[in-house]
Structures are given as C-alpha cells and as structure tokens.
C-alpha cells in the first residue's frame, strides 16, 4: 500500500527557474510533512517542513503549500541552482517517517 | 555538536555471514530510527527505538534482522545469514523526542557478495 505519491519521477529545470514537487498522501492522521534533499552517496538532510496547521510555509528560496482537504503537498525552488541538483523526497509522519519514492531534479547552467 | 554517526560507512559481507551496523545519535537524542533504502528507490521504515525499547518494528522483516539500542553505547543493527536481497544503504536517524525533527546519519551501504 502506497501512502504517498510523489512526482514527478524526474525533473529537468533551468537555473534561475522554478522546480515544483508534488505528493499526496492518503492517511489523515499524519501530523508533520517534512521535504528531504539527498546527494548521491550521502544520507538525506532535512529541507524545510511543516504541520497542517499552516497552509503554507517559506524559508530562503524552497516553498512548501499544504493543501489538507486535498491531502496535497508540494515543494518549490525558486531560483533554482546548479548544486539544488539532488534527489528529493517528500515524507509523512506520525513518529516514523513514510516517504516518497523520490525526484531526481537536474538544474541546468 | 557531532550529528548522526553511523559505521561502519561500508561493509562487504558474503551470503550467509552476519551484518552489524552501529549507530551513535546525536548528542541528546534518545530515539532512534532505522531505515533501508535499495538502489534508485525511497527509504523504508525498519524499526523505531528508545533506550533499551523497540517501540514500533512493524518494518522490520520477521527473520534474520534485530535492532536494539541499550542504556550505554550505540543503536545496533543485526542482519544475521544475509543474502544478496539484503544488500542497500541502511540508514538510521535519531530525534530528541518523538514529534521532533529526525536527522540522518550518513549511512552503511551494505553489499553482500
């Protein structure tokens, strides 16, 4: 059973525009919605997360929307960069973490 | 402040040997998380600790793994006979309380010959 939903599976953008990840989840339980960058080779780091309390949330150039009625969720990147190059997973949680199965965006210069 | 440490960061083993990865979390946090993840997929819940207490291994296979994080030293990982399915990158995460922040060690890739 697939909790959460995640795309797209890849994500190829130009520096200086916008990379969009969405996911869905399907438990309402979930209190706590955090977004994870990972380089290859090393283990994934927290970005920016959020509760659902809010709809929204900003820190620096990454974006998380909350949409609780729709069970939505999504990341942006503003000005995206060369080394915003990564995997990136979204996660739901309670206590332990359920994620996405990831997006691999490639910011081109 | 150390974060998350995990070793060893790689360990070849051959089938049927065991496997034991160690885990140390950051300086004050007493729960712990192990998570797998295979090749090009997401990480997968294994097992959740606190001091010398399984909480919720609902992810860990029935056979061969163990997890345990005593009163004194680090969390470990016991894979015991592996076989070549088991080879990924382990990784564990620790929090100061249960509803806090999980922060990742830089993980055991586990590769069985």
């Known amino acids: 059973q697939q909790q959460v939903k995640q795309s797209p599976q890849s994500l190829i953008v130009q520096k200086g525009g916008i990379s969009i990840i969405n996911c869905a989840y399907e438990n309402t339980a979930f209190d706590y919605f955090p977004w994870y960058q990972q380089f290859p080779g090393k283990g994934p780091a927290l970005l920016i997360a959020i509760r659902p309390d809010v709809s929204e949330k900003k820190e620096g150039r990454f974006t998380i929307s909350f949409n609780k009625s729709a069970k939505q969720f999504s990341l942006h990147i503003m000005d995206s960069q060369p080394g915003d190059s990564a995997t990136y997973f979204c996660?739901?949680?309670?206590?332990?973490?359920?994620f996405g199965s990831g997006t691999r965006l490639q910011v081109q210069p | 402040n150390a974060g998350v440490m995990q070793n060893p960061r790689h360990l070849v083993r051959r089938r049927g040997q065991e496997a034991r990865l160690r885990c140390s979390p950051m300086k004050g946090h007493s729960h712990v998380y192990w998570y797998r993840q295979l090749p090009e997929e997401g990480l997968k819940f294994m097992v959740y600790l606190q001091k010398e207490n399984i909480i919720d291994e609902s992810g860990m296979p029935k056979e061969r793994f163990s997890a345990e994080f005593p009163k004194e030293g680090p969390s470990i990982l016991r894979i015991q006979q592996v076989v070549r399915g088991d080879s990924a990158a382990y990784f564990c995460?620790?929090?100061?309380?249960?509803?806090?922040?999980?922060?990742f060690g830089p993980g055991t890739r586990l590769l069985v010959l």
């Open positions: 996660a739901v949680s309670r206590r332990a973490l359920t």
């Open positions: 995460a620790s929090s100061s309380t249960a509803a806090e922040t999980q922060y």
